[in-house]
Nanobody
Framework: QVQFVESGGGLVQAGGSLRLSCAASGSTFSSNQMGWYRQAPGKQRELVAS???????VYADSVKGRFTISRDNAENTVYLQMNSLKPEDTAVYYC????????????WGQGTQVTVSS
C-alpha cells in the first residue's frame, strides 16, 4: 500500500517561506506523477502543484510564480517550496498521486498544517 508522510508546515507571517517535504513508500515513485494538495477549513481539497516523473510541472494559478514543486527520486521524496506566502495559503497540505486521486483509490496521509498570519 502506498503511504505518504508530509512534514515542514508551521506558522509563518505573510511574505514568508516554508519548504514542505513528502516521503513516499510502497509506490513506483520515480515513474509516477506526484502532486501537492491543500484543504482549507470549509473548502474542498485542491491540487496546487504536480510534477511528472521526468520533471514537468504544473501549478494552480493561485500559486504560480510563488510555489515550486520538485522531487528526489533517489529518496522517494517530493518537495514544495512556498515563497511569498499569503493568508489565503493557510491550509493542511497533503501529497499524493493525482492518478490515484482521480480514480478514487488514493490513501491520504496526515498532512502538514500551514498557517500564514497577516
Amino acid at each position: 500500500q502506498v503511504q505518504f508522510v508530509e512534514s515542514g508546515g508551521g506558522l509563518v507571517q505573510a511574505g514568508g517561506s516554508l519548504r514542505l517535504s513528502c516521503a513516499a513508500s510502497g509506490s513506483t515513485f520515480s515513474s509516477n506523477q506526484m502532486g501537492w494538495y491543500r484543504q482549507a477549513p470549509g473548502k474542498q481539497r485542491e491540487l496546487v502543484a504536480s510534477i511528472r516523473g521526468g520533471g514537468n510541472t504544473v501549478y494552480a494559478d493561485s500559486v504560480k510564480g510563488r510555489f515550486t514543486i520538485s522531487r528526489d527520486n533517489a529518496e522517494n521524496t517530493v518537495y514544495l517550496q512556498m515563497n511569498s506566502l499569503k493568508p489565503e495559503d493557510t491550509a493542511v497540505y497533503y501529497c499524493n498521486e493525482p492518478l490515484r486521486v482521480l480514480i478514487r483509490t488514493a490513501s491520504w496521509g496526515q498532512g502538514t498544517q500551514v498557517t500564514v498570519s497577516s
